[in-house]
RNA sequence: CGGGGCGUGGCGCAGUCUGGUAGCGUGCCUGGUUUGGGUCCAGGAGGCCGGAGGUUCGAAUCCUCUCGCCCCGACCA
């Protein structure tokens, strides 16, 4: 992509309305405009990270076999009444009513509608487990959104749901998904831990929260720390680990019962990045979900549901990535991989070279954001270093005199010189 | 919902107390200049001062109502 011909809205200044670093950036680097309280458009440079969180989480889904629906995002009232969830949601619900008087609802999660699906097309045990997920919008009402789109009204959620045939099998799904979630984290570029928490409306008596430690986080979580040793590889072994550490939520967390002693424990925020419940029979019992048993006989499915925050995410990975200058992105993350600064647009050998680099990296499928415009070095440097590419190209008529460019990593700042052909091999 | 703050060119702000027809920085456009860290100089466009009503000869400024945004708290799968 060449940045002369792109939609790059960056801003020298901050935002008044902006209190903490993540918003800031986003604002500053282009990635989102507000368009009221809460609810945020998406411009090209931030589209390309979220997609990428989105991605990374589909993938990861589907690579544990789970599988992808899409619901729509109204759901009729009489769904809610069923599970008793109508009244009880309260005002976070936004509440429609179509033109025929029919009752709709913006979804806020979607329990309801999958397990009418379920309950509509799966008949037998034999079509049990399974789990279904999907990505979609999703509007909750909050009082107060705040922080950009780390609260916002209007998010991108993952929501997965889980059928199993008994207690101890939907208890293996709910592991299953932990470990797929630790997968997905680690590939995220994000230290992700999980702690014990309310099952709050949802239902349930299992439930975890998985948090990346962040000062601006909004979750107060106690944890043993011996968490912050721990390398995580996001397979099994890990999985084990976190399993037996001590880490709770504050609802949670009682200091007189506390199997960890005082000086081991450490008491910190978090950002809540997903949340997972096994909520057993609660909706199929009220929305009469069953399937037909082995021996004949109707049996209740249980369930379990599993959210991530995928538009949070890209807020969250902001808050554990950035410096003074601006935004560092996880490579799996970055929306280019790497950013080609041409400090001398005119200078015919700089050009030259520019577009040589340009097309050859993206004849090798990478992503390039390539800075052609007709701006000063400083205004070039500074806009790549907000942004967060991971890797620069530096090109000028100083280091082309001896054959030389420039290679730059944005997180440690670390500069080497290397010859054009040796470029290729080194990024 | 309780408490607090703020709405003035795209963004950040001054002007409001003490009423007299709007200013600075930045961004944007033009021309020149500069070229390894948000260059420098000159010229220019852009604002019914959130909205409505009122007081006054005259309102960004005073009064009333209203809308929006932000912060703290309560709330939050």
Redesign the pocket.
Known sequence: MRLSTYFL????????????VS?RLML?SGMIA??????YHWLPLGLRVLQKVEEIVRQSMNEAGFLEVLMPTLQPAELWEESGRYDAY?K?MLRITDRHDRRLLYG??AEEAITDIVRRFMKSYKDLPRVLYQIQW?F?D???????VM?GRE?L?K?AYSFDLDAESARETYRRVMHTYMVTFKRLGLKAIPVR????????DL?H?FHVFASTG??DIYYDKAFDALDLKGDENDLNQLMNLYAMADTMHDPKNCPVPQEQLNHTKGIEIG???Y?GTKYSDSMKATVMGEMGKQIPLESG?Y???VS?LVGALIEAHHDD??IIWPESVAPFKIGLIN?????SLSDETCEKIYHTLLSQGKEVLYDDR?????????????IGIPT?I???????KDG???I?NRRT?E?ILCTLDNLYQRI
């Open positions: 809205p960056t801003l020298k200044e901050t935002p008044n309305d902006a209190q903490i918003h500053r507000q368009e009221c309280a809460g609810i309260g976070e806020p999660t999703k909750r909050e009082i107060r959104p705040r922080f950009g609260r998010f959620m929501d928490a309310d099952t709050g409306p949802i239902g349930g439930s929260e909004e979750s949340h997972i419940f909520s549901c959210g991530i925050g949070r200058y601006g400090l001398k647009k005119g200078d007709d701006e000063s070095i400083g205004v070039k440097f500074s806009t790549m270093d907000l620069q530096i090109v000028g008529p100083r280091g082309l030389n460019v420039e730059k700042g500069k």
